[in-house]
Structures are given as C-alpha cells and as structure tokens.
C-alpha cells in the first residue's frame, strides 16, 4: 500500500509544473511562436515514448501469460484511455491557447478559466500514468521497479516544466496578474498527484487490472498528444523546431527508462 515516506515520488509531475509556472515572475509576458512549438514537441515526445516504454510494453508483459492474446488488455485499456479523454473533450468547456472558439458544452466561465481547464484535462493522464506504474511497483509486479516509475515521475516532470509556463505565461499576457497567473499555472497541476492517488486506490483493489491500467494512462496521453499537441508543435512557420525537439523529448525519455528502469 502507499505509504508517506513514499509520497513524494507521485508529487514530482506536479513540482515541475508548479516551477514552470513559476516563470511568469522571471520571463517576459509573452512566448514566442516558436519557443510554444518547441515546448509542445518536447512533451509530445516524452508522452509518446513514456506511453510506449513505461506502460504499453510493460502492459504487455504482464499479459503474457496470454500467449498470442497478449495484446488484448493492451489494446483494450488503450481504447479504454482514448475514448475517456474524448468524453472530458465533450462534457467539460475549455480552450486551448491560441484558439478563438472552446470546445465541450456552452458555458458562462471566463476565457482564462477554460485556459486552465484545458491544461487540466491535459495533466490527468500525466497522474494517472505516474499513479498506475507506481502501484505496479508496490504491488510487486517483476515487470516494474521502483527507478521505472521514478523515471516515469522524472521524464513527466521535466515535460510539465515548460507547460506551467505554457499556462502562466498567456494567462498574463490577457491582463491576469503575475500572481494570479502563477496560481492558475499550479492548479492546472493538482490534477495530477490526484488522479495518481485515485489509480493507486484502483489499482490496489484490483491488482489484474494492471495491465488494463497501463494502457489506459497510454492511451489517455497518446490523445493529447494528437489532438493537442501535434497541432501546437505544427502551426506557424517554426514547424521544424517542433519536430527536432519532439524527437528530444521522446530520446530523453526512452534513455530515462531504459537506463533507470
């Protein structure tokens, strides 16, 4: 079971998005273009091969037993994972930065606030994936080691850095103060240590579900991915940083896990 002294591994994602937020009293009001392109490659290419290495191979694995039916609970927790976030996509108002229309149902909130809650939906499969694999070390699983869901914890982090300026930073640039900014930028955040709890909890409860588990954070952060950060990380005519930093992104990540997992 979670215990406290251990806490701290499911809070790291979190401390990196609250760092990054924390830019709006250091940096200019505004990102450039091409800065928001090649921070939206560079998490696009650690969600990728964090999805890949850190839960849809170890998903597998731990299904082998399944002989040729391994992929089943793969790719059965990865659908599982796109169509939850195309649920969130639909039923909660949000705007992603830089559009001019939100997306989900007709609401009254304020643009900054369908901002943060855009983000939000974005840094919940970030927990749930840091939440699954650490459960899968604490229930004992061989497939995964305490420095796999460390690395996972670190890879997420680092990647949450530039978005919490990605937050703070637009916010401020629409007249939000610096302070209020900075709030707004941490909360987008607290998503995460919570739905990494709520895995935890579920994970515990039904330990065969863990390969389900994995998949389903994979396949909740491969749809952000696609439908929000491929299309940042493309716009504009700075195209070419998107690409060369995702491809960064994605080798940091695969040697943090290859190399601590």
């Given at each position: 079971?979670?215990?406290?002294?251990?806490?701290?591994?499911?809070?790291?994602?979190?401390?990196?998005?609250?760092?990054?937020?924390?830019?709006?009293?250091?940096?200019?009001?505004?990102?450039?273009?091409?800065?928001?392109?090649?921070?939206?490659?560079?998490?696009?290419?650690?969600?990728?091969?964090?999805?890949?290495?850190?839960?849809?191979?170890?998903?597998?694995?731990?299904?082998?037993?399944?002989?040729?039916?391994?992929?089943?609970?793969?790719?059965?927790?990865?659908?599982?994972?796109?169509?939850?976030?195309?649920?969130?996509?639909?039923?909660?108002?949000?705007?992603?930065?830089?559009?001019?229309?939100?997306?989900?149902?007709?609401?009254?909130?304020?643009?900054?606030?369908?901002?943060?809650?855009?983000?939000?939906?974005?840094?919940?499969?970030?927990?749930?994936?840091?939440?699954?694999?650490?459960?899968?070390?604490?229930?004992?699983?061989?497939?995964?080691?305490?420095?796999?869901?460390?690395?996972?914890?670190?890879?997420?982090?680092?990647?949450?850095?530039?978005?919490?300026?990605?937050?703070?930073?637009?916010l401020r640039s629409?007249?939000?103060?610096?302070?209020?900014?900075?709030?707004?930028?941490?909360?987008?955040?607290?998503?995460?240590?919570?739905?990494?709890?709520?895995?935890?909890?579920?994970?515990?409860?039904?330990?065969?579900?863990?390969?389900?588990?994995?998949?389903?954070?994979?396949?909740a952060m491969i749809?952000?991915?696609?439908?929000?950060?491929?299309?940042?990380?493309?716009?504009?005519?700075?195209?070419?940083?998107?690409?060369?930093?995702?491809?960064?992104?994605?080798?940091?990540?695969?040697?943090?896990?290859?190399?601590?997992?």
């Amino acid at each position: 079971m979670l215990e406290l002294k251990d806490f701290w591994i499911l809070l790291i994602p979190f401390l990196g998005t609250s760092l990054g937020a924390a830019c709006v009293f250091f940096l200019k009001d505004r990102i450039s273009l091409r800065t928001e392109s090649a921070l939206s490659g560079f998490a696009a290419g650690v969600m990728v091969a964090a999805s890949v290495w850190s839960l849809l191979i170890p998903a597998m694995e731990q299904s082998a037993d399944m002989g040729g039916w391994a992929f089943v609970p793969a790719v059965a927790g990865f659908w599982g994972g796109i169509l939850f976030l195309l649920l969130l996509d639909n039923i909660i108002p949000h705007l992603h930065n830089h559009g001019t229309e939100a997306e989900g149902p007709q609401s009254r909130l304020k643009r900054t606030t369908k901002l943060v809650l855009a983000v939000t939906l974005h840094n919940l499969p970030e927990g749930m994936a840091v939440g699954v694999t650490y459960a899968g070390w604490i229930s004992g699983n061989d497939a995964i080691t305490m420095t796999g869901a460390l690395a996972l914890a670190i890879g997420i982090a680092i990647q949450n850095f530039p978005e919490g300026a990605i937050v703070s930073m637009p916010l401020r640039s629409e007249g939000v103060s610096k302070r209020r900014s900075f709030v707004y930028g941490v909360l987008s955040g607290a998503v995460e240590p919570v739905g990494a709890l709520i895995t935890v909890a579920v994970a515990a409860l039904v330990i065969p579900a863990l390969p389900y588990l994995l998949s389903f954070s994979a396949g909740a952060m491969i749809y952000v991915v696609v439908e929000e950060l491929i299309p940042q990380m493309s716009s504009g005519k700075h195209s070419n940083t998107g690409t060369l930093m995702f491809a960064l992104g994605f080798s940091l990540m695969m040697v943090l896990d290859v190399a601590l997992g």
